[in-house]
C-alpha cells in the first residue's frame, strides 16, 4: 500500500492497495484522471437524508443539502465522470427512494441526464424478497416497506456501448431452448436483480459505513461490460465497487472525501473470497433438503427408461435442479446414468441419419 500525504497537514490523499486506487477528495475535480479513460462508471451518491457520513479524523459530509445545490452538487460530479468517461462507457447509477422522500431518484437520474449522459434503461435491485435480506422495518400503518432500489443504466454515447446480459446469464429452464436462442445454456437474467442486503450497521455488525452496497452489485455491472478494464467510483464510501473489482480483476478507482482507512482495506479484501451466491427462495430449505437427501437415497427407487425428448428434458432439469442443491447420491448417479444413456441414443441416432442421408446422395448421383 502507498500512501501519499497532502502539501500541508497530515491527511492521506491517495491509497494504492491490491492494484486498487483510493483518492481522498472530492470527486467534484478527478484531475487525477485522464480524459476518456474510464470503461465502466459504478456508485451510489450520499442520499441527501440526513446520514452521517464522516471520516477517520472526524469530518462529516453535509447530507442535508438544499434540493437545489444537491442536485447541481450531483451535477458537476457527474460532468466530471462523463469526462473521464471513454465513449463507450456506461454508467450504473444506484439510488433508492425512502418511504419519505418517493420520487428522488428519479431527480438524480435527471441530474446525470443534465450531465449529458444518455439514459438507457432502468435495472431493479431487489434488497429483500420472501425473508431473504436484510430490512429495518420503517412502514408503520401507512406504508409499506421499500425493499429495492433503482439501478439506472446510462451511456455516454448510445451507439458506442455494449453490454453482453449472458455474462451474468441464468440456465434455461426449458433445455429445448438451447440451440434456438443461444449456444449455451446461458440467458439474459432480465433488469430485476435479487441481492440480498446484508445487515451492515447496528448493534451487532458493524462496519463503519453508513450505507455500503453489496460487492455482488458492482460485481454484476461490471461483469456485464465487455470491455470493462478500467472502473471509477466517484463516491466510494468503504470502496464495495473496488472489492468488486478486485475480484474481476480490473483497474477501480474510487474517490471518497471522508474516508475511514482500514473500513475500505478491509472491504477491498472482502472481494478476494467474494462469491456470487444463487439464491434459493424455498422456505425451511435446509430441512427439506436433508428429508429429500434421505428419501432418495433408498437404492430401491427405480427411475423409468426415458423414451421421449419431452422426458429427456424433465430430467435434466431435475438433474440441474439436484445440481443446484448439491444433492450428489445413488438416486442423482442413476439419473445421470438414464440421462446419458439417452443422450447417447439420441446422437447415434443422428449418426445414422447422417449416414443415411450421404447413402441417398450416393446414391441419386
Ligand atoms: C452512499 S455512500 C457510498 C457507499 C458505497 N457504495 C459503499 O458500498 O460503501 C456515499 C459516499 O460518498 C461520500 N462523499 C460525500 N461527498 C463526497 C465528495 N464530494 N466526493 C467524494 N465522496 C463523497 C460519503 O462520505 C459516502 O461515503
Known amino acids: 500500500m502507498t500512501l501519499e500525504k497532502k502539501d500541508s497537514g497530515n491527511s492521506i490523499r491517495k491509497m494504492e492497495f491490491k492494484n486498487q486506487t483510493v483518492f481522498f477528495k472530492s470527486s467534484e475535480h478527478m484531475s487525477e484522471l485522464e480524459d476518456e479513460s474510464i470503461d465502466v462508471v459504478i456508485t451510489s451518491p450520499p442520499y441527501n437524508?440526513?446520514?452521517?457520513?464522516?471520516?477517520?479524523?472526524?469530518?462529516?459530509?453535509?447530507?442535508?443539502?438544499?434540493?437545489?445545490?444537491?442536485?447541481?452538487?450531483?451535477?458537476?460530479?457527474?460532468?466530471?465522470?462523463?469526462?473521464?468517461?471513454?465513449?463507450?462507457?456506461v454508467f450504473f447509477l444506484n439510488i433508492g427512494d425512502s418511504a419519505g422522500d418517493q420520487g428522488k431518484s428519479e431527480k438524480v437520474a435527471k441530474s446525470a441526464e443534465n450531465a449529458s449522459w444518455k439514459r438507457i434503461q432502468d435495472i431493479i435491485w431487489v434488497k429483500s424478497f420472501l425473508g431473504k435480506?436484510?430490512?429495518?422495518?420503517?412502514?408503520?400503518?401507512?406504508?409499506?416497506?421499500?425493499?429495492?432500489?433503482?439501478?439506472?443504466?446510462?451511456?455516454?454515447?448510445?451507439?458506442?456501448?455494449?453490454?453482453?446480459?449472458?455474462?451474468?446469464?441464468?440456465?434455461?429452464?426449458?433445455?429445448?431452448?438451447?440451440?434456438?436462442?443461444?449456444?449455451?445454456?446461458?440467458?439474459?437474467p432480465g433488469n430485476v436483480w435479487l441481492i440480498p442486503y446484508t445487515k451492515t450497521t447496528g448493534a451487532s455488525v458493524k462496519k463503519g459505513h453508513e450505507a455500503p452496497f453489496p460487492i455482488g452489485l458492482p460485481y454484476k455491472c461490471i461483469k456485464m461490460v465487455p470491455s470493462a478494464k478500467t472502473v471509477l467510483d466517484p463516491f466510494g464510501g468503504t470502496c464495495s465497487t473496488l472489492a468488486?473489482?478486485?475480484?474481476?480483476?480490473?483497474?477501480?478507482?474510487?474517490?471518497?472525501?471522508?474516508?475511514?482507512?482500514?473500513?475500505?482495506?478491509?472491504?477491498?479484501?472482502?472481494?478476494?473470497?467474494?462469491?456470487?451466491?444463487?439464491?434459493?427462495?424455498?422456505?425451511?430449505?435446509?430441512?427439506?433438503?436433508?428429508?429429500?437427501?434421505?428419501?432418495?437415497?433408498?437404492?430401491?427407487i427405480i427411475i423409468p427408461v426415458i423414451k421421449s425428448k419431452a422426458e429427456f428434458n424433465n430430467f435434466q432439469i431435475l438433474n440441474e435442479v439436484l445440481n443446484n442443491l448439491n444433492i450428489d447420491n445413488s438416486f442423482k448417479k442413476r439419473l445421470e446414468k438414464r440421462i446419458n444413456h439417452f443422450r447417447e441414443s439420441l446422437n447415434k441416432k443422428k449418426e445414422q441419419e447422417i449416414k443415411f442421408r450421404q447413402i441417398k446422395l450416393d446414391f441419386e448421383s
Open 49 to 89: 437524508r440526513g446520514k452521517t457520513y464522516s471520516s477517520d479524523n472526524g469530518e462529516i459530509h453535509d447530507d442535508k443539502m438544499e434540493d437545489a445545490e444537491y442536485y447541481s452538487f450531483l451535477t458537476t460530479i457527474w460532468s466530471e465522470c462523463y469526462r473521464v468517461a471513454k465513449k463507450s462507457a
Open 133 to 188: 435480506g436484510h430490512y429495518t422495518p420503517s412502514g408503520g400503518n401507512r406504508r409499506l416497506n421499500n425493499l429495492w432500489e433503482h439501478i439506472f443504466l446510462f451511456a455516454k454515447k448510445t451507439k458506442e456501448y455494449k453490454i453482453d446480459p449472458k455474462a451474468i446469464g441464468i440456465p434455461y429452464t426449458d433445455k429445448s431452448n438451447i440451440g434456438r436462442y443461444s449456444d449455451t445454456d446461458l440467458r439474459d
Open 244 to 300: 468488486a473489482c478486485l475480484k474481476l480483476g480490473v483497474k477501480g478507482y474510487a474517490y471518497e472525501k471522508y474516508p475511514r482507512v482500514e473500513v475500505i482495506k478491509s472491504r477491498i479484501l472482502e472481494g478476494k473470497n467474494f462469491h456470487e451466491i444463487e439464491e434459493n427462495l424455498i422456505p425451511h430449505l435446509e430441512l427439506s433438503l436433508n428429508l429429500i437427501n434421505n428419501l432418495l437415497s433408498d437404492t430401491s
